[in-house]
């Protein structure tokens, strides 16, 4: 009997093409062109397809929207890859498509990646696209107007793909689960909680969604019978992020280094000019002592004292110009002002904050509103569209909404009453309140 081989075997798909969708009504998603009634919608169903440009970020659905217009077109339909194919292999089936259309047959060419071309390669594309032997489909991440030459951009249909919702996530998850292509033939336990967390954890990306599902079910607990658990022991091993690793054999490094902030921090000039003498004495390098005390200037300092930065940052340039020892005396200084200056965290927390919203929250887009109209196209859609410029107004001040809705009202910097950072709440104060009266 002959041994099978690993390339014998029959190696699943990954789950999120196992389940890519072949049909609009199997399509999550981008609602805003699919719904019923809308544009492409509309062009799809009627096999009435002209050149377009399908802009998007990862994992919205940009390669499957063209492989369903392979399905409903009567069109020959050609799959182009941007990575593999040059000059070269255009020009061929360039061919082949004006081949096609001398007798009456129409070619639909789908680029995915088209950004990647360069202008060499999308000008081949050109001709053919402007006397009618193919219908242009591009797939690209990247903004068209910096990325698809003006010619040929001008010849397409830019449609804009959006992140996917968390609810549509869901909704394709719990389909991932029941259909049989994907877990439907399985007896697995998640919560909808669960589900949620995958879904905001993909950040409108499908694919994204979908390995992680993947992933939490094979690391999920198998039980006698059969029934697969996911537990959230795992669930969270396979959404957290990497931690960065200390070397364990350099904790005096980091207890030392702790001491000097801590000491500063309790405004303790004497003990924070100890552990610095412990530490360049026993051969720390300057320029990381004066790093940590810089970052310490913003850290736990702010805007309590304007000049604490300043005198941060000219000690790491005066440690960097003259080295040890004559630099003891300057980062001593440092350390010494840093002690006795008024203490205030807030734009730590400030950041702290927002950065918890960054990383737990969906990912909003841009407001239309404070995007740089820089190209015809990015007007067209509304880029920068009802943008008030503040040094037009008498108080230097407007009501523009700078947060994305979900985040509407959010406060993340709360200035404390330390030293000059006194002002700063006052003038803060005086913004709000001017803005509360002039609320849209």
């Known amino acids: 009997m002959e041994q099978m081989t690993l390339f ?49 970020p990862p994992g919205v659905g940009k390669t499957t929207l063209a492989r369903i217009i392979a399905n409903h077109t ?10 593999t194919s040059g000059i070269k292999e255009i020009r061929t089936v360039m061919q082949q498509a004006e081949d096609h259309r001398r007798y009456g047959e129409k070619t639909i060419v789908f680029v995915d990646e088209i950004h990647r071309f360069n202008k060499a390669q999308q000008d081949a594309f050109l001709p053919f696209v402007e006397k009618g032997s193919i219908i242009l489909i591009g797939a690209t991440t990247e903004n068209p107007s910096f990325e ?13 793909l959006k992140e996917i919702k968390v609810e549509e996530l869901i909704v394709l998850l719990n ?27 993909a950040n409108g990306d499908a694919r994204t969604a979908l390995s992680t599902l993947d992933m939490v079910v094979l690391n999920g607990d198998l039980d006698s019978d059969g029934v697969v658990t996911v537990t959230a022991e795992a669930l969270e091993q396979c959404t957290s992020k990497k931690s960065l690793l200390y070397d364990k054999t350099g904790e005096e490094h980091y207890n030392l280094i702790s001491a000097l902030h801590k000491s500063m921090r309790n405004s303790d000039p004497d003990a924070a000019v100890y552990w610095l003498a412990r530490m360049l004495e026993a051969g720390e390098d300057p320029l990381y002592i004066a790093r940590r005390v810089t970052r310490f200037a913003s850290e736990d300092i702010g805007l309590a004292d304007l000049h604490a930065l300043e005198i941060a940052v000219a000690v790491y340039q005066s440690c960097h110009l003259i080295g040890m020892p004559e630099c003891t005396v300057h980062l001593t200084e440092a350390v010494v002002y840093m002690a ?4 205030s965290n807030s734009l730590y927390i400030a950041y702290e904050r927002a950065k918890k919203d960054a990383l737990n929250q969906l990912a909003e887009p841009v407001p239309l509103v404070i995007r740089n109209a820089s190209t015809s196209l990015m007007k067209e859609l509304d880029y920068g569209k009802g943008y008030q410029y503040a040094h037009d107004r008498g108080e230097k001040l407007t009501n523009m909404q700078c947060l994305p809705d979900s985040l509407l009202g959010k406060e993340y910097y709360n200035p404390s009453e330390q030293g000059s950072e006194a002002r700063f709440k006052t003038r803060l104060e005086q913004i709000k309140a001017w803005k509360k009266r002039h609320k849209k």
């Open 175 to 201: 389909r991932a689960l029941r259909d049989k292509k994907g877990f439907g033939n399985q007896k697995i336990q998640i919560s909808n909680d669960m589900l949620k967390m995958i879904a905001i954890f």
């Open 340 to 343: 006795m200056a008024p203490k």
């Open 148 to 160: 698809i030459n003006n010619a040929l951009l001008s010849r397409c249909k830019v449609f804009v």
């Open 74 to 83: 009567k069109a020959s339909f050609i799959d182009f890859s941007a990575v």
């Open 8 to 56: 014998d075997r029959n190696i699943s798909q990954p789950l999120a093409e196992r389940l890519r969708p072949q049909t609009l009504d199997e399509y999550v998603g981008q609602t805003h062109l699919l719904g019923c009634g809308k544009v492409l919608n509309r062009i799809i169903e009627s096999d009435q397809i002209s050149s377009m440009i399908f802009w998007g």
